[in-house]
């Protein structure tokens, strides 16, 4: 079955700081994997997703993540967080060829001036 | 603009009262499905729909009704709601890249 694991329940960064979101998946054949960002009262708002090439994604607001396979990771990063970048971050993975997405459990991001 | 409008954005009833939150979307997606989202869970499926009146069990679909009866709704009936129903819902849909999420529907069952 798939399944994906956020193994930090909150992030704490300086601003200035680069941040990293740490995500881990196990799936059966390719994974298709995204990030999701959700502020306070606010829906998911899609950040990036890797399907298939280059292992460094480019997705919204500046953020990056890095696929690794021999690690089975996803993680997202940002060279140098801002405050406004204080949410709650979401990895997810596609099950199979329909829309299902399993989520992992949430990382609260909290970035300090 | 892309949308997936979920209506009501807040809801506290009572238990055993019957209610549906809606969902409709504006791009045509075929693939529409609502989740829950509960602390320390992350999100969970609820029910889905593959297209016109094609709907099936997620993960938590108890207490749960869907339908399909048009392509840009797919409403979430609760038909007796308890207090374990209390919860923060989310309707998505998508094609085949990435889902678009509503803004979320808090529900409060008392």
């Not at chain 1, 960064?13 to 680069?18: D, F, L």
Request: aromatic letters at 12%.
């Amino acid at each position: 079955a798939q399944s994906v694991a956020q193994p930090e329940d909150q992030v704490n960064v300086a601003e200035g700081n680069p941040l990293t979101v740490k995500c881990t998946y196990s799936v059966s054949g390719n994974p298709y994997l995204f990030w999701y960002v959700q502020y306070p009262n606010r829906g998911l708002q899609f950040l990036l997703k890797y399907i298939t090439g280059d292992n460094l994604v480019k997705g919204s607001y500046g953020f990056e993540a890095e696929f690794n396979k021999s690690q089975t990771s996803f993680h997202l990063k940002k060279p140098s967080a801002l405050v406004s970048d204080s949410a709650l971050y979401f990895c997810a993975v596609r099950d199979g060829w329909g829309g299902k997405l399993i989520f992992g459990q949430g990382t609260e991001l909290s970035v300090k001036p | 603009e892309a949308q997936v409008t979920q209506n009501p954005r807040y809801l506290i009833t009572v238990t055993g009262k019957k209610l549906t939150v809606t969902c409709s979307q504006n791009m045509n997606h075929e693939y529409m499905s609502w989740y829950r989202q509960d602390p320390g869970l992350g999100l969970r499926q609820i029910y889905y729909s593959m297209n016109v009146e094609v709907t099936d069990k997620g993960d938590v679909p108890e207490g749960y009704k869907v339908s399909r009866k048009e392509k840009r709704n797919f409403p979430l009936i609760l038909e007796s709601p308890s207090p374990n129903q209390t919860s923060l819902y989310f309707c998505a849909s998508s094609q085949r890249g990435e889902a678009f999420f509503g803004q979320g529907t808090r529900l409060t069952v008392v």
